[in-house]
């Protein structure tokens, strides 16, 4: 390709993170969209171009095309080696949305290795393993536990929600927007399930009467809260004696994006302070520990779990009546 015509096909800044993206991993289109945050036309579309132009090759694998630079891209004729250079040097060069694509590289290669759809070492030896997956792992173990009242605090669009209705007595789903807790209770009736009351609220103001479940769920939700300590002892007090609270969330990250591209309020939390939280509750027997982490992910995933014993206060006739929104 000509020097002027490549200009012009890069003239783009998504076709240069795309490439960028490109010298790094293969990708398919929907990774590229959830790196990017680009709608998923806009991808193809560029994608599309680059491949016109001889920059970028298409493979297909299964149910997925995978795109790489083309070879002719990795190894430049001498008439472009210059140019090439050049673009390398710009895509080793670290900018805040530089490392916002490299953080959610990382989570797309972090899903890839959670999934039980390979496995193995180089990318040469992976093998197929029909049968195993995470989902049906998660419902197993949930066969070991006892039927119990769970709430699902910040549910979101109700994934966990549905998947801990399948072994629990009933579940009742939290979260402040009404359009996302419509797809989740949508999303719960396509899959038949039914023991689960969807309420709108905030997790720092619960709409649950106190001492009403036995197990409280806040799964990346805690972030989102203006005020942690408020959510935390939110949590503590619909608890039942003897319930308990399991909490995932991150560990305090440099990620800075988040906020703006996710809304999250609190980018994290430190081991101590996550601990500190649940101890100023009067949460007991709490143990924290790492859930996730992977070499080279910004994003670590602690686990924090803890337990709710009887108040020497604790009168059943005074219970407060359920909080209700404002």
């Not at 995978?66 to 004729?77: G, Q, T």
């Not at 959610?104 to 049968?131: T, W, Y």
């Not at 998660?138 to 549910?155: E, I, K, Q, T, Y």
Request: with cysteine.
């Amino acid at each position: 390709m000509y020097a002027s015509a490549l200009l012009r096909l890069l003239g783009d800044p998504t076709r240069l993170r795309l490439l960028r993206l490109l010298s790094r991993e293969a990708l398919n289109v929907s990774e590229l969209t959830a790196v990017l945050g680009v709608a998923q036309s806009g991808v193809s579309r560029h994608l599309a171009l680059l491949r016109e132009g001889g920059l970028v090759a298409e493979q297909r694998a299964g149910a997925f095309s995978w795109y790489r630079l083309a070879p002719d891209a990795a190894n430049p004729d001498a008439g472009n080696a210059a140019l090439w250079a050049w673009l390398r040097d710009r895509f080793d060069e670290a900018t805040a949305a530089t490392r916002a694509d490299d953080a959610r590289l990382e989570e797309v290669r972090r899903v890839r290795q959670e999934s039980f759809g390979q496995h193995g070492g180089s990318e040469d030896r992976r093998q197929l393993v029909p049968g195993r997956s995470w989902a049906a792992w998660s419902r197993a173990l949930g066969l070991l536990l006892p039927p119990l009242d769970v709430a699902d605090l910040g549910c979101g669009e109700g994934y966990l929600t549905i998947e801990t209705a399948r072994w629990a007595k009933h579940v009742t789903a939290i979260d402040r927007s009404a359009e996302v807790l419509a797809r989740a209770k949508a999303l719960a009736a396509r899959r038949k399930v039914g023991n689960i009351t969807w309420k709108r609220g905030q997790i720092e103001r619960v709409p649950l009467e106190d001492e009403s479940v036995d197990l409280v769920l806040l799964s990346q939700a805690l972030h989102h809260a203006e005020r942690p300590e408020r959510a935390i002892a939110e949590a503590r007090r619909i608890l039942r004696p003897g319930g308990r609270l399991l909490l995932l969330d991150l560990r305090a990250h440099d990620q800075a994006w988040v906020g703006e591209t996710l809304g999250d309020r609190w980018q994290g939390f430190r081991d101590d302070d996550l601990r500190s939280l649940l101890d100023g509750a009067g949460f007991h027997d709490v143990h924290l520990r790492v859930g996730a982490r992977r070499k080279g992910d910004p994003f670590v995933v602690l686990i924090a779990a803890g337990r709710a014993e009887a108040r020497p206060s604790a009168n059943p006739s005074r219970r407060q009546k359920v909080r209700k929104q404002p």
